[in-house]
């Protein structure tokens, strides 16, 4: 069985090193020639400081583009949300009914937009807490050992026997027939978390200064969730949130990341996803739309897209 990543980031190394370092075949897909030029002059290696190690391996890695014409058996999406459904669009032809696709986004509308493009083929979505960056292209730090949830996004079917390559690899998941239910509780507090972080410029354990605020959102995530099929109650959702605010206090979260990198923020798949789902669906979203219009408002300040 053989994997491609598409997309080199801190995701797709960290992916590409592991698998490749268990001696399962691995294929990184790269954007254009100037990147396969980059990793080739850096002898085709990643440079993989694992998680509690000192010092990184170089890894051998295979890497093409996506018009290389071999067929693709699993992929594994590892774009930002906002570049997902173009990244898929150019190894299109090279899936089948045979593939299996596995969504590695943050917040939730880039897996349904895949999934309606890819009809026939199984689509898999991720939720994960593993944490990785890179220092410098295809140099990937494991930051933080975290786990994925992976689940079928649109028929639930028994857990691929694939998955064992990651188990070889010692990638830790945990398989789930509900993974549209985990997407919107992880929306529902990448929602409260996120754009505050961003607000106040705060590592995510001093938003316990914020509780008016999260009250008012987590009562607005409770209705939308329930609507949307997840039923919930906003002490639940505040709750949730609570613990995940003390459990990464010393956390930065992905957005001010993001942010104070000068990057494109995942805006539109987190606040934008749950403000345009509640318009659709009638539940009340006030403190929602102040919250993304002020996150939008902060964007623009910084000269980064609003979406
Ligand atoms: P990243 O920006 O480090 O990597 C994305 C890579 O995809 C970049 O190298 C980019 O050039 C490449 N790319 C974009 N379009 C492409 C295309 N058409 N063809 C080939 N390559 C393309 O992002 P990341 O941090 O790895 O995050 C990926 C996703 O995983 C995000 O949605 C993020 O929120 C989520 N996530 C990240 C982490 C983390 O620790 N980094 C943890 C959990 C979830
Ligand atoms: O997922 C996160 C993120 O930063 O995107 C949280 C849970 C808020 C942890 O930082």
Known sequence: MSWHILGPGSLGCLWAARLSQAHIPASL??????????????GNQISYLAYGQSSPLDIAINAQLASHPQPIERLIVACKAYDAVAAVESVKTRLSSNSGVFLLQNGMGSQQAI????????????????GAFLTQPFHCTHAGQGTTLLGDLVHTQPEPTCLRDWQQAQISYQWTDTILAALWRKLAINCLINPLTVLYQCKNGQLTQQTERLTALAHELAQLLSAAGYPCTAEDVFAQCLQVIQNTAQNTSSMLQDVLNQRRTEISYI??????????????????LDLHSQLQARLQQLGLPLD
């Open 115 to 130: 999934a309606q493009l890819l009809p026939g083929i199984r689509v898999i979505a991720a939720s994960s807490t593993e």
């Open 271 to 288: 606040t934008g996803f749950a403000l345009a789902q509640s318009q659709q669906l009638g539940t009340s979203h006030r403190a929602l």
């Open 29 to 42: 897909i790269l954007r254009n020639q100037h990147r396969l030029a980059a990793l080739q002059r850096q």
